[in-house]
T-cell receptor, first 113, second 111 residues
Framework: DADVTQTPRNRITKTGKRIMLECSQT?????MYWYRQDPGLGLRLIYY???????NKGEISDGYSVSRQAQAKFSLSLESAIPNQTALYFC????????????FGSGTRLTVV | RKEVEQDPGPFNVPEGATVAFNCTYS??????FFWYRQDCRKEPKLLMS???SGNEDGRFTAQLNRASQYISLLIRDSKLSDSATYLC????????????FGAGTRLFVKA
């Protein structure tokens, strides 16, 4: 099994719909992150959580919300999806030192039509 | 100026060539540095950390130049399988969240 699992892998949704992307990890890491990736723009941080009771906005949090249900689970919601939220979404984890970098999930390819 | 900048490429090199990428960063207080590899439509994977004295892992050598605020990745004897996008990551230690990803450099190794 993968260390970081994202579901779904692919999703097409309509404008205005609510959608949740889920992430679970078996690394035992405290820190979890949600990024989106668009061609030519690299990875941009949406939200991050350093432990279960800690939630922080990243550089592009507008239109998104998150929930850290447990140490191992961190979900991302789009309350009312819009077409410019079409992107590749990655969940990642790290230990508290970040000395070994991040472990990423396989990504969710989201298309909003 | 972007906090972390990379030449997007693409770099097109023949098999067996040596190729080098640089990545510049703007925050002089940055503490940790990494190179990740990302295959098309796949997740980034950690390639190597970058240590102050430079470090090597097989055909890959990473170096840090604090004075000029850049890190580099050298790939020797390029293989077709090295074709990917290489992301540099810079992390500071001053308040807030300080891990920044570069947009990546694309490498194509051709037979």
């Amino acid at each position: 099994d993968a260390d970081v699992t994202q579901t779904p892998r692919n999703r097409i949704t309509k404008t205005g719909k609510r959608i949740m992307l889920e992430c679970s990890q078996t690394k035992g890491h405290d820190r979890m992150y949600w990024y989106r990736q668009d061609p030519g723009l690299g990875l941009r941080l949406i939200y991050y959580s350093f432990d279960v009771k800690d939630i922080n906005k990243g550089e592009i949090s507008d239109g998104y919300s998150v929930s850290r249900q447990a140490q191992a689970k961190f979900s991302l919601s789009l309350e009312s999806a819009i077409p410019n939220q079409t992107a590749l979404y990655f969940c990642a984890t790290s230990d508290s030192t970040e000395a070994r970098g991040y472990t990423f999930g396989s990504g969710t390819r989201l298309t909003v039509v | 100026r972007k906090e972390v900048e990379q030449d997007p490429g693409p770099f097109n090199v023949p098999e067996g060539a040596t190729v080098a990428f640089n990545c510049t960063y703007s925050n002089s207080a940055s503490q940790s540095f990494f190179w990740y590899r990302q295959d098309c439509r796949k997740e980034p994977k950690l390639l190597m950390s970058v240590y102050s004295s430079g470090n090597e892992d097989g055909r890959f050598t990473a170096q840090l130049n604090r004075a000029s605020q850049y890190i580099s990745l050298l790939i020797r004897d390029s293989k077709l399988s090295d074709s990917a996008t290489y992301l540099c990551v810079v992390r500071g230690n001053t308040g807030g969240f300080k891990t920044i990803f570069g947009a990546g450099t694309r490498l194509f190794v051709k037979a």
